[in-house]
């Protein structure tokens, strides 16, 4: 589709999105640790997504939830996290941490882990906001590993500057 | 005008004795900044780290400035306390740093500092918990009126932060 004024395509998961294009939601596989001594999980899962906007407010943001299975099988939730899409063209690679909500009372811990019920967010999309996290307690364990390419078009001609592209890669 | 975007998350705080912490944060900007989207204050979620000793918040920081100078460039300041587990809350430091200034993505380490009371207010905090805190929160990133002050040093957060900015070449603003 052609447009006559200049437009930003930005990759938008919660913001000012106007159209997109590609999947915005994913499942992947169930992974294991691996048997040698590394000790990784590898999901490679690919992404690829295309969105346009107005206004880089809202910028979009990648939301992970991890699951997995618990001593009796159940699947509970292992960690959430999220981060912002790079915006200066290129490749960047970005190493992110992940949190569990936690049980307020000891009890309730119990009973949630007898259960199988874990403390878990209902639209994970609020890990990707910051006003209401004030209240919550959470446990942070374990990393998520991206890799992003990023395209952008027409954000020097609407007079944005990016700076150089990214070569802070995180070595991990 | 020129436009200012700060996109970018507070990852989380290292270097502190206590373990589960959480930070209040806010932006403050000089008298030619006006905020157009975002929220210029916040509160992270408290954590308690598994791994390790950094504590991670990754709370997320999306603003939107628009400015007719120079002057009064934003600081982000913070506080961080920690929780015990009834649900008392301690200081644990305070810290300010710049937004920096060139576009692109940058890794800040920002250092903390905690007021020193008298020896017995450290051995209070020792025991009990508590401590002398700051009245006014604008101490923490102004250099007025700091000489009285005697701290000791906390930890330090870690940000990530990405700036975006528009039309500052029109105004011949080199960043």
Request: aromatic residues 10%; hydrophobic residues 35%; contains cysteine.
């Amino acid at each position: 589709m052609t447009a006559a004024n200049p437009s930003v395509f930005l990759l938008m998961v919660n913001g000012q999105v106007e159209s997109a294009q590609g999947l915005e939601e994913g499942i992947s596989q169930i992974t294991s640790k691996s048997q040698d001594v590394r000790q990784v999980l590898v999901w490679n899962f690919p992404i690829d997504v295309t969105f346009k906007s107005t206004n880089p407010y809202g910028w979009p943001q990648i939301v992970l939830s991890v699951y997995g299975p618990d001593v009796f099988g159940n699947d509970v939730v292992r960690g959430y996290g999220a981060v912002h899409v790079p915006f200066s063209p290129g490749r960047h690679k970005r190493t992110i941490a992940m949190f569990v909500p936690e049980s307020t009372s000891k009890l309730q811990k119990f009973t949630s882990w007898f259960m199988g019920r874990r403390p878990e967010y209902t639209d994970p999309k609020v890990v990707a906001q910051g006003e209401g996290r004030e209240v919550t307690r959470v446990r942070s364990q374990g990393f998520v590993t991206l890799l992003f390419n990023v395209v952008t078009k027409d954000m020097r001609k609407l007079g944005y500057d990016t700076g150089p592209a990214d070569t802070q890669d995180i070595p991990r | 005008m020129a436009e200012v975007h700060v996109i970018g998350q507070i990852i989380g705080a290292t270097g502190f004795s206590e373990s589960s912490l959480f930070c209040k944060w806010g932006i403050h900007t000089g008298a030619a900044w006006k905020l157009l989207s975002g929220m210029r204050e916040g509160q992270t979620q408290v954590d308690t780290p598994q791994v390790g000793d950094m504590a991670y918040w990754c709370h997320p920081i999306d603003l939107h400035f628009a400015t007719k100078g120079l002057q009064g460039w934003p600081r982000l300041h913070l506080q961080v306390w920690s929780q015990d587990s009834f649900g008392r809350c301690q200081l644990a430091g305070y810290g300010f740093c710049h937004v920096p200034s060139s576009p692109g993505t940058h890794q800040l380490d920002c250092p903390t500092w905690r007021p020193l009371g008298s020896w017995r207010e450290q051995l209070a905090r020792a025991f009990v918990g508590g401590g002398p805190q700051l009245l006014q929160a604008d101490t923490i990133y102004s250099g007025a009126d700091r000489y009285r002050l005697h701290t000791a040093a906390g930890g330090t957060v870690r940000l990530e932060l990405s700036l975006l900015l528009r039309h500052f070449d029109r105004y011949g603003v080199e960043c």
